[in-house]
């Protein structure tokens, strides 16, 4: 498969962000009753191995995270490899702990926002492809959810008048033959873009200086011009820009007039400071005077991420972008280019955006996102979308959440509808994986004072003696406030020995995502185990063969 040839080396970039935006969330007092009764009284949801972090509040979150930035002007490699001995990046990522396990008799649920991006895979294959070794691959910049849902699975779709439709399984895991793998994989239905709402569609786009290389604003105005092509003769674009000054190039233009749009987008220039609050200030008015009602109302934000210049407040900024969100202007985001890219900043953009945060590093990517997924990109068939599992002690003594880790929720947030959960548009999936300790493995644990019930009344067990988990989804329609439940119990029959080519290609994707972050739950995995998994799979396409290829590569440089 052929990709546009990158730019030989990483570019020096200018000033680094000092503040990271803090991401949105927050708490409520009451909690869930569980499903599952443990043999005593055990039912408290701290977690039993690390503690839980969430923010309060919006108001609560005053403080930024502190970004990690990465630099690898240590590097020592050769030219073929892409990257020069001396040079360096003001990249920045941002990730929580890695999730650990949770004893089921402490804490039965795990609750978290079915959202997801995909930046992560894109970003991290392009360190790959750029001849990047294990040890100079920020582990930060890897998150595992990401690379999981950056591909297509057989998953059910929603019957009749169903929002979802939910594919689960289980198998053995690859990395740790003594634990067990939960597939969880939610599909709405595939929307055409022709029979969706008008669209107004707002292009902020970042011309300033950092964005002359090859892969930054060329590339932008290549992958634009293929998502108007493909968008229907209706609706409006408008396109603003920014760097030392916003500038707004066309305001509420017709659809019908693409060779307008498509020239304004191909005269774009680079150049200049950033001035990034402005920008996205100026993009906003901009979609309030076109405002659709009951249309698709959206800003799509392309930049190599530095938005240093010109920022007061980054927590006035995401509050800013929130309250735009509850009106009904979304904002997704689209990182281009390496060097500075501000990773961190950008993914926060979109979660408080209500919108998506997609890296583009080829004209292949472009078209991937802005063509064939931008039906679920656009049109939000669901939203506030939260999955919670309860877990079954007769059955698992222990779990963990494979990524996710900003994605937590507290227990309690998952029946207050005032809490925020993901957005899932049309035709768009979400996929998790959890690793599984099953009750009896020689790696479960036992609390002794807990276990009080006698071998009778185990071999006996309960009427649920046969389920593994509850996996409820609960949602709200996009005009709606009130959210909708519905739950699916995993049970004994979920499980195959082999597991469906579903279950086998991401346990694959994980045990990648686990050996570039250097997971302290690997287990077992190696790249070669993975390609010798991946030579098993037979529902492949080009991007799961691309996927093969990168590991080939990160198995020579290993």
């Known amino acids: ?20 935006l803090t ?124 690379f999981i849902n950056y591909f297509n699975y057989e998953l059910n779709n929603p019957e009749g008048n169903d929002k979802f439709g939910i594919t689960t399984e289980l198998s053995t895991c690859p990395w740790n033959e003594e634990h067990e793998l939960m597939f969880v994989g939610m599909k709405t239905k595939d929307i055409d873009l022709r029979e969706a709402p008008e669209s107004n569609l707002v292009f902020l786009i970042d011309v300033s200086g950092s964005m002359s290389d090859d892969d930054k604003l060329p590339l932008l105005q290549k992958s634009f011009d293929h998502l108007v092509g493909s968008l229907p003769d209706k609706g409006k674009i408008s396109i603003v820009t920014y760097s030392g000054e916003e500038k707004i190039v066309l305001s509420g233009e017709s659809m019908e007039n693409k060779k307008r749009i498509m020239a304004a987008i191909d005269s774009l220039e680079a150049g200049g400071c950033t001035n990034g609050e402005a920008g996205i200030q100026m993009a906003y008015k901009v979609a309030k005077k076109n405002y659709i009602e009951g249309g698709i109302n959206r800003i799509i934000l392309a930049t190599d991420g530095d938005l240093n210049v010109g920022i007061s407040n980054a927590n006035e900024l995401e509050r800013f972008i929130t309250k735009k969100k509850d009106e009904g202007i979304f904002l997704s985001v689209l990182g281009f280019g390496e060097g500075n890219l501000k ?26 996102v802005l063509v064939d997924e931008m039906g679920s ?11 919670q599992v309860e877990f079954n002690p007769e059955k698992v003594n222990s779990y963990r959440l494979i990524g996710y880790e900003n994605r937590i929720m507290r227990d309690q947030d998952f029946n207050d509808d005032t809490k925020d959960g993901g957005e899932i548009g049309a035709g768009h999936s ?19 004072y807990q276990d009080d019930k006698t071998s009778e009344d185990k071999n006996e067990g309960s009427q649920y003696s046969s389920e593994y988990a509850t996996v409820s989804v609960r949602y709200k329609e996009p005009d709606a406030d009130k959210s909708q439940l519905f739950s ?71």
Request: glycine residues 6%.
């Open 343 to 368: 990773d961190d900043n950008l993914e926060r953009l979109a979660d408080c955006g209500n919108g998506n945060y997609s890296y583009i590093d080829s004209l292949f990517e472009g078209k991937k």
């Open 23 to 146: 991401g949105c969330g927050g708490t409520q007092e009451s909690a869930a009753t569980p499903k599952y009764e443990p043999a005593s009284d055990t039912t408290s949801t701290y977690d039993y191995y690390e503690e839980e972090t969430a923010c309060a509040d919006d108001a609560s979150c005053e403080a930024p995270l502190a970004g990690t930035t990465y630099s690898s002007k240590n590097a020592n490699l050769t030219e073929g490899n892409n990257i020069f001995e001396g040079e360096y990046n003001t990249e920045s990522y941002d990730k929580p702990e890695e999730n650990g396990y949770n004893l089921v008799l402490r804490k039965p649920l795990s609750t978290f926002a079915a959202d997801v991006d995909t930046a992560s895979y894109s970003n991290v294959r392009r360190m790959i492809e750029d001849g990047y070794t294990l040890s100079q691959i920020n582990p930060d910049a890897v998150r595992p959810e990401e």
């Open 1 to 20: 498969m052929k990709r546009k040839m990158r730019v030989a080396s990483i570019i020096m970039s200018g000033t680094i962000l000092t503040s990271a």
């Open 430 to 448: 979400v996929v998790a994986l959890y690793e599984i300790v099953p009750e009896g493995s020689q790696s479960a644990i036992a609390l002794k």
């Open 488 to 558: 699916i119990v995993v049970d004994e029959n979920s499980f195959h020995e082999n597991g469906s080519e579903n279950i086998r290609f991401a346990g694959l994707v994980a045990e990648f995502a686990m050996l570039l972050s250097d997971s302290e739950y690997k287990g077992n995995a190696t790249f070669t185990d993975i390609m010798d998994g991946y030579k098993q799979i037979e529902n492949t396409d080009e991007y799961k063969d691309e996927f093969g290829q990168l590991v080939r590569l990160m198995a020579k440089r290993s």
């Open 377 to 387: 990109t656009l049109v939000t068939v669901a939203k506030d979308v939260k999955l």
